[in-house]
């Protein structure tokens, strides 16, 4: 009985250290709190923190909504990170999706949280290896009754 217990401890440790990850942890550099946004090295911004200078992308008119963006640092290899505010939109009433790409097709697409203590939107997109030169954020609003609406923005480099 003793070397059940010894086996079935070790196959515990075994699974826990798996579990929590290596030395290749892809959130080795920062910590998701409770809210599963919480970047050291930031400033609070009201439920979440992202470390990075912010910057405002501008507002678009897309269909009925006013889309307004602000990517947080500057786009670096690996991942983006955006806020985004849809006015005429009913609190977090929608899907929305962001990509990458140098056109309207769309590339790898990332679907953003609505974070409601802002009444935003926040999502971190795979950038990849390399970022074309002439890409843009292509953000898509899906309201609750199937209608969408794209609008793109310039990418801070």
């Known amino acids: 009985m003793s070397n059940f217990l010894r086996i079935a401890s070790l196959a515990l440790v075994s699974l826990t250290l798996v579990a929590c990850g290596g030395k290749d942890d892809p959130h080795k550099d920062h910590d998701h709190g409770p809210d599963g946004h919480t970047h050291t090295g930031g400033t609070n911004t009201g439920g979440h923190t992202h470390a990075g200078e912010h910057f405002n992308l501008g507002t678009v008119k897309a269909d009925k909504y006013e889309i307004e963006v602000e990517q947080i640092g500057k786009i670096e290899k690996g991942e983006g990170i955006l806020e985004i505010k849809v006015g005429g939109l009913e609190k977090g ?8 790409s ?3 097709t769309k590339g790898t697409v ?3 949280d609505y974070v409601a203590a802002e009444d935003a939107f926040d999502v971190h997109v795979d950038t990849g290896d390399a970022v074309a030169a002439d890409a843009k954020w292509w953000i898509e609003v899906e ?3 199937g209608t969408k609406a794209t609008a793109s923005f310039d990418i801070k480099r």
């Open 102 to 104: 140098s056109g309207s």
């Open 143 to 145: 309201a609750t009754d």
């Open 93 to 100: 009433a929608a899907v929305v999706r962001v990509w990458i």
């Open 110 to 112: 990332a679907k953003a």
